[in-house]
Structure formats: C-alpha cells, structure tokens
C-alpha cells in the first residue's frame, strides 16, 4: 500500500531513507524503465530493448535484469551484484507529483509507506536546520534527469517508429537444466531497416543524436547471453536465490 | 496497332467508388502511366446505409496503405466479429444463434455435427465449437491495444459509418495515391462505333474521355444498366424483401456497451439489422410490401427502437432484388449497388464491391484487344457468386419453422428455392455440409458457413446413413475439440477487454503498426 504526499521540511524533519533497501525493493523485477541518459551505463551490463505497456499498448524503454517476470538475476542473497543500478530504482521512494497551488509546476512527493523509510540511521532528507540533505538533492537531480529523460526516450522510440527501426524480438531459450524459455513482448532495432537507410535519414538522425542510442541498444542485446548464463548458473546452486 | 488501357474512369464516389479507385491506384502507384479518375455528383448524395464489412476489408485497407488507427478513428468504426441471427427459428425470446467469423475447433480434423447432435446437442452448435459467440454474447474485443494493426486474437470485421469512410477513402485517395477527383454531374455518354465508351459529358467541366470505366452510379446504373441496356435480373422471387426504412439511433450513454457483432431479428415480413459504431447505432427494417404495408413496417422500426427513437424521421429505402445479367459490358464494369442488390442478411454488398475492386485491379487488360476476354472472366466469376450469395440468404429462410405471416411460409415454398440449394439441401440431409461441396475458386460463404446456419437453426442431421466404422475414434476426436473450445473460451474472456474499452483506447493511444 502507498502513501503518497508531498515532501515538506516540517512533516518530513527526520525522515531517512535507508539506500539498501531502495535497492532490495526492485530484487524482484525482472524489467525497468529507463532513459536514454543512462543507456552507456546500461550497456555495461543490461539489455536495452523495447516494451509495450500493457494498459496503453504505447512503447518504452526497458532494461532486462531477468528472462521471466519476478526473476532478478542481479540481486541474490538481499544485495544487488551489479555495476550501475538504473534511475528509476534509486529514485525511490520519491516521485514528481503535479502542484495542488501552482499549475505546471511540480513538486518532490515521497510514498511514506516505503520499506526503505527509517527514522533512526540511514540517509536523512533535511539537516537540523531544516535545509535539504546532499542525498535528497541527489534524488532531485536524479527526478529531474529522469522527467526530461522520459520526453526524450519518447521522442527517440517515435523517430525509430516513423524509420520502421523497431522490430519484434522472440527468445527462444534452451537451458542446460533441460528447460526452456521463452520470452516475447520485447522488441529490439531492426538492423537490416538500419542499413537501408537514406544518407538524409541517417544525418538526421546523427543530428539528433540518436546514432549512440541505436548502436548502443544493439550491442547491449549481447547481454541477454549473460542473463542466459546467469539463470543457468543459479540453477546449479538453488540455495543462493 | 494494340491500344493500351491507361484511363480508368470512375464514375460515382461512396464505398464502391473510392475502393476501386483506391485498389487500382495502389497497385499502379509506380506506374505514371496508368492514371485513376473519379467523378462524383456535386448534388446526387450517395446511399450511406452500407456499414457492415467482412474481414476482407482488413486486407483491402493494407491494400490501399490505410493505417487502421487512422480508418477507425476516422470512421466511426467498431469491430464486427460475426452475426447473431435472433427469433428466425420460431420467434421465442431464446431463439437466437451465431454465424461466427472463425472455423469451429478442429473443422479440418474431425467431421462435429453428427458427434454435436448426439452428444452436445443442449449446447447451440455455434457455442459448443467456436469461442467467439461467448465474446460477443459478453461485448468483448477481438483484440488487445498491446495487438498490433490488423492483427488479431479472434478474427474480425468491422461496422463503419459510411458517410465518414466514403470521405475518408476520398482523402487518402486524392492526397496519397494521385487520384484525380473531378466534381461534376455526368450528363450523357459518346460513344465509339464498337459500342464502347469514349468519354462521358459533364454539366460544366466538359467531357472526360477514359479506356475503362467502372460505373460506381448506385441504383441508377447510369452507364450499365441505362446506356448500355444490359438488363436487370429480377430476382424477388426468391428474396422477397423490397424496402429498408432505417434509422441512426444515439446510445443511452457516452458508455454504453458496442454490441460487437451485427444483430438480426426476425420480424412479421422482413428482419432489422442493427449495427453498433462509437457514437450512435445504425438500425433498420427490410421487410416485403407484398407481406405488410409501410405504416406496420415503421410501427415495428419504432417498436424495436425504443424511447431512443424519439421524433427521429425514418428513412425508406425501395430496393430491387437482383442484379444486372452482366456486369462488364465493353470497355464498362459496374461495381457496388449498379451491378445489383440483395437484402444485407450477410453483410454481401462490400464484399461484392473489394472482390470487384480486386479483379479489376489483379486482371486489368493490358490492351482493349484482351479486354473481352477479362470481361467474359469477369462475368462468369461474379454471376456465380451472386448465385452463391442468394443460395445462402435463401437458406436463413427456409429452415425457420415461423408462420406468423405468409412471408414465411411462402418462403419455404419449393417454387422460391434455386435448384442449386436443393440439391445441397437433400444432400445434407444425410451428412454435413463439406469443403468439397464449395470447391469453385469463386466460392463466397464456406462450408463451414452453411453448417453455422443450419445447425443453428435446428436442421436435424438424418443419422440412418452415417458411417459407423470409425464413429468412436471421430467422437472422441470431437469431444476433445469441444473441450478444446471450452478453454479456449475461459481462455478468452479472461484477457480480452470490452468493445468499448478497446475503442476508447484506439482513439487515444492508437494501435501500434508492430
């Protein structure tokens, strides 16, 4: 259950968040969203590749940290192995609610029912003189990346659209323990489209900057390898889930 | 000297028009030197009843580069996902089936209807063997919003306006396929010696000469069936139906349900159609003048409709039963209501104008010199299909057990049945309707089709002749489809949105293109 309110200096004094468990709070999912401001560090480790939401049918962004839904082949016995964790997981429990008094402004809201709100130790929001924390600054910066990212991800996912750039991708995975997976609903660049493109259409999308992305997604399927070799390993040990 | 066909001239615009300039312009697009002109009456409206598709009209749109977003939003349109035929057996509140757009589980595999009679006979054979009666009884989609255009769960059709789709296609016409669109009233005809078409004459824009001309008129089959004299086959004697007077009805609220299939109800001389697009309903009586008179046709309109008619004007509707004895005569092919008419029982009028389109556009001659020879193909495939079409309708008719008119007990008399269909019917009084019994490449409804209506409508199969050798392995076989079925039915309804939902959706979000 969430209880979502705006931040506020009074209410919210000795509020702290607790970082561990922010991430322990997505050692369950098996997909983020994600913006193209990280992409270079998803690479590192993630496939990026593209996802309908269900309720809409519209496209976006996702990173992969596992091949089934609940499966999270990067957290294991309550810690996150992994290099980078994406924006939308360190955001939490934060979020931008839409102002009750001012019209298009935003303002920090916080869901006080989060399992990673302590009172005790943990990172605090406000000092003793009321003034903001360098971790909430932190999490504003990464609010403010992640509301800019989310219009630009979408511009991005419509030129790769309107280019037919997208294509449906099927995994069909057989694993060492005899089982099979497979996976659907994920779409990845459409490489053979890519190389016919136009000159025109190629410098427009340099111009744009969307060559980085496009490259970088298709390098980063690779990874779906390492996921693969990663369910294979924890089959072997069952214990460490 | 071989003279090239390069001007194809349509006259009339509407759903016939703008499809077969669309398909003709699409398929030409590259080529600059086929050209495609449509000229439309500035003052002669066009019919606008037409709103009931089959699921060709998925491809015909892909056809023409129509986006599905674009055409529904556009047009008003729902999804049609077969029809339920209601009180055409004995007229009780129960009576009702479905003529379903899917196969029934396992068609190919194993022969159901004798295995249905003996063993499932409490369930309507439309329910026991195809899921999507259930989708429709409970006004679900036949997709997701996650499915991409013209994709499907269940097969579909849809319901359209057809005053928005005529402007539609019209647009997308005009600007993506180079459609030359001229307004003007079509005055005469001149002639060449051979009797063919030079060119026609216009009130103010002068004359329009072409190598073909599709005649698009509607009802007045102006270069058909007036200045060509082909005559028209009457056909009343066997479909008795003569008038329509319809109506567009609002819906009680912004969320009333969308029916999402085409109902029919049986009346005293005739059945209402009502079809469910996002805004308003289209609803309307056929009925025989010969049966009842206009006063208790409209009466039972308003009957049907409810308080939601309110002071709505009607609107009548005469319609000759039949179609012309040939469709293409010279260098003239009519398409849509100037080829013909039969009662819209199975929603055969579009259908009719996009296998039209297509042959026009698939086998258009090279030179006048084969253009005869197109037009004798022409001619043969579509006089079968008309007979096809009215062996069909005329099967809803003479298997009701209705005698609350004469309209129904003159139906059922042998004088008004084609040969064709007796044959059949005697047929199928001993086995089912099969594949092999439809085996023209130009056949419309398939043998599933007639099983739909005639198991719907209670025609008792005659087991006497049936073969027993291997009934026990084929009625495991059909229990095991029927099983099937029930899943996939559960299957179904628990994923798939409303109608309406889905609708709303489409018009928000749209419908991805993968």
């Not at chain 1, 489209?193 to 970088?216: A, G, M, R, W």
């Not at chain 2, 609002?250 to 697009?277: K, N, V």
């Not at chain 2, 197109?374 to 079409?389: G, P, Q, S, V």
Request: proline share 4%; with cysteine.
């Amino acid at each position: 259950m969430s209880t979502l309110v705006a931040l506020n200096s009074r209410a919210h004094q000795t509020v702290a968040i607790n970082p561990r468990q922010v991430e322990a709070q997505a050692g369950q999912l098996h997909m983020v969203p994600v913006v193209l401001s990280e992409f270079l560090k998803l690479s590192l480790q993630y496939p990026i590749v593209v996802t309908k939401n269900q309720d809409t049918g519209r496209f976006t962004c996702v990173t992969l940290f596992g091949l089934e839904k609940g499966e999270n082949l990067f957290f294991s016995g309550g810690t996150w192995d992994a290099l980078y964790l994406p924006l939308q997981i360190r955001r939490q429990p934060f979020f931008l609610g839409k102002s009750d008094t001012e019209n298009e402004k935003f303002v920090i809201c916080i869901d006080t029912s989060h399992a990673s709100i302590e009172q005790q130790n943990g990172e605090r929001l406000f000092d003793i003189n009321g003034s903001e924390t360098d971790y909430l600054t932190g999490i504003k910066n990464i609010l403010a990346e992640l509301f800019e990212g989310e219009n630009l991800t979408q511009l991005f996912i419509n030129e790769l659209l309107s280019l037919n750039l997208l294509q449906r991708l099927r995994l069909q995975i057989a694993l060492e323990d005899g089982n099979a997976v497979q996976v659907e609903g994920l779409y990845s660049i459409n490489e053979p489209n890519l190389d016919k493109l136009t000159s025109e259409q190629l410098f427009t999308l340099q111009k744009k900057s969307y060559l980085h992305p496009i490259y970088t997604m298709i390098t980063s399927i690779g990874h779906i390898y390492g996921l693969v070799d990663k369910k294979n390993r924890r089959a072997e040990k069952p214990n460490q889930k | 000297m071989n003279t090239p066909i390069k001007s194809i001239v349509i006259v009339g615009g509407g759903t016939a028009g703008w499809i077969t300039a669309g398909r003709i312009a699409a398929k030409y697009n590259a080529n600059s030197n086929i050209s495609v002109t449509l000229i439309e009456s500035p003052t002669i409206n066009i019919i606008g009843v037409g709103e009931g598709t089959w699921p060709t009209m998925r491809n015909t749109l892909i056809k023409m580069g129509i986006s599905e977003t674009d055409f529904m939003r556009a047009c008003d349109a729902t999804f049609k996902q077969g029809a339920k035929f209601a009180k055409w057996v004995d007229g009780t509140p129960n009576d009702f089936y479905y003529h379903p757009l899917m196969l029934p589980q396992g068609f190919n595999k194993v022969d159901l209807p004798p295995h249905w009679q003996a063993n499932f006979s409490h369930h309507s054979f439309s329910d026991a063997v195809c899921f999507q009666e259930q989708i429709c009884e409970k006004g679900l989609a036949p997709k997701l919003i996650t499915t991409p255009e013209y994709a499907s769960i269940a097969n579909y059709a849809y319901h359209l306006d057809a005053v928005k789709f005529a402007e539609f296609l019209k647009n997308h016409c005009v600007k993506n396929l180079a459609v030359r669109h001229v307004l003007a009233d079509v005055t005469g005809v001149i002639s060449k010696e051979n009797g063919d078409i030079a060119a026609v004459t216009t009130q103010n824009l002068g004359d329009i000469s072409g190598d073909l001309f599709v005649d698009c008129t509607g009802f007045s089959s102006l270069l058909l069936g007036k200045h060509l004299q082909v005559p028209f086959l009457d056909k009343s004697d066997i479909l008795f139906i003569d008038t329509a007077v319809a109506v567009q009805l609002p819906y009680e609220r912004d969320d009333s349900p969308i029916a999402s299939h085409t109902i029919s109800t049986a009346q005293e001389a005739g059945w209402i159609w009502d079809i469910g697009l996002t805004r308003r309903r289209g609803i309307g009586y056929v009925y025989s003048s010969r049966h009842t008179n206009h006063e208790q046709a409209e009466d039972t309109l308003r009957k049907y409709a409810g308080p939601a008619i309110g002071k709505l004007e009607v609107r009548k509707i005469p319609i000759s039963s039949g179609h012309r004895k040939l469709f293409w005569k010279n260098n003239c092919v009519a398409v849509g209501l100037s080829a013909g008419f039969l009662e819209p029982l199975e929603a055969s009028a579009i259908v009719l104008v996009e296998l039209s389109a297509e042959m026009i556009a698939e086998q258009l001659p090279a030179c006048r010199e084969v253009m005869d020879i197109t037009a004798k193909r022409f001619n043969e495939t579509f006089l079968y299909r008309w007979d096809r079409i009215i062996d069909f309708l005329k099967l809803h008719y003479i298997l009701s057990k209705r005698s609350d008119n004469t309209f129904w007990t003159d139906n059922r008399d042998p004088e008004t049945i084609p040969e064709s269909l007796q044959e059949l019917m005697q047929l199928w009084r001993f086995r089912s309707p099969k594949n092999c019994d439809f085996s023209s490449n130009n056949e419309v409804f398939p043998a599933a089709s007639y099983q739909y209506v005639l198991y719907g409508m209670g025609f008792k199969l005659d087991t006497a002749y049936l073969d027993y050798s291997r009934f026990a392995a084929d009625a495991a076989l059909a229990t095991e489809q029927i099983n099937l079925n029930a899943s996939a039915i559960k299957n179904a309804l628990s994923k798939l949105p409303t109608n309406r939902e889905l609708i709303e959706k489409i018009h928000e979000y749209g419908l991805a293109k993968i």
